[in-house]
């Protein structure tokens, strides 16, 4: 609440002073605010001013859910195709009928991040140019949050921890760890075998 009130004056007065000097500067800037919350109800609960949400609340645009403007996924998967396929160095172009069908069934409850999060998935595991079916990994869950990968991390080793982290998790059911990683059972199996992986140690 302290930083706010800095905020709104900062917002009314489009002034500010650096740290230490008594000076004002005068701002020339565009603040454009976005929130996931229900603002109203931090205003409600106190948690939010109103003079400063009324400062910010200018000309509010509402977003809706990814499930209700289906007709965006088209252009933000190809745009996360080309992110993806640069990242891991992967050359993958397009994505097959049935995998879009797919996508564009599915209702997002994670909106335009979770949509992300599945094509990077789907661009790690693609071994054609093309994204397929069997690649779209449509977590059950929360399998898309299985690891976090760091800027260090191969993609070879990502894709290694990714099934030893399921198979940690579901005890070595190879059918329970095919449904979380969104592969099928022989994909899985391939798998296991390239990276020389023992089911046997992951089995309660």
Known sequence: LDM??????VVQEKKIERLGSKNSV????RIIAATNENISKKVESGAF???LFHRLAVIPIEMPPLQEHKEDILPLMNHFIEKYSEQYKKDVTGIDADAFKKLEDYNYPGNVRELGNIIEKAVIFCETTVVMKDDIHIPESNAGNLLNMSNNTSLPEFEKQMIVNALRKHGGLLIKVAQ????TY???QYRLKKYKI?????KI
């Open 4 to 9: 706010q009130t800095r905020l709104l004056r």
């Open 26 to 29: 005068d701002l020339n800037v």
């Open 198 to 202: 023992d089911k046997n140690l992951y």
């Open 186 to 188: 022989k994909t899985l």
């Open 180 to 183: 979380t990683l969104g592969i």
């Open 49 to 51: 001013r109103l003079d």
